[in-house]
């Protein structure tokens, strides 16, 4: 079991960059992909980005592309999200996802296994 756990929530100004990251607790990320999701308040949970376990893949909802970059450090077991240009419609909590690895890059949260507790990130305009 890979029980991701986020950090590097906060609050920044519109148009500012904050960093998440996901690790497991110590244990290894390879062989997983690894999806972001967030939640607004009254929102369902919508699909950010994901990455294959090798880092060779990344897909992003059109609503980040361009501002938001997913990558993995396997090394040290985290995955990362880089948030540039943040506007006050990114103010979500923010979930790391797992799954094992698949060819795919699912964006649907049910494909999705193991979740984080999620980080809180707050864009004031």
């Known amino acids: 079991q890979v029980q991701p756990v986020e950090s590097g929530g906060g609050t920044v100004q519109a148009g500012g960059s904050l960093r998440l990251s996901c690790a497991a607790n110590?244990?290894?990320?390879?062989?997983?992909?690894v999806a972001w999701f967030r939640q607004s308040p009254g929102q369902e949970r919508e699909f950010v980005g994901a990455i294959t376990w090798g880092g060779g893949r990344t897909t992003y909802a059109d609503s980040v592309k361009g501002r938001f970059t997913i990558s993995r450090d396997n090394d040290n077991y985290t995955v990362y999200l880089q948030m540039n240009s943040l506007e006050s419609e990114d103010t979500a909590v923010y979930y790391c996802?797992?799954?094992?690895?698949?060819?795919?890059?699912?964006?649907?949260?049910?494909?999705?296994?193991?979740w984080g507790q999620g980080t809180s990130v707050t864009v004031s305009s």
């Open positions: 996802a797992t799954r094992y690895y698949s060819t795919t890059l699912h964006s649907n949260a049910g494909e999705y296994l193991y």
């Open positions: 110590g244990r290894t990320l390879n062989h997983y992909n």
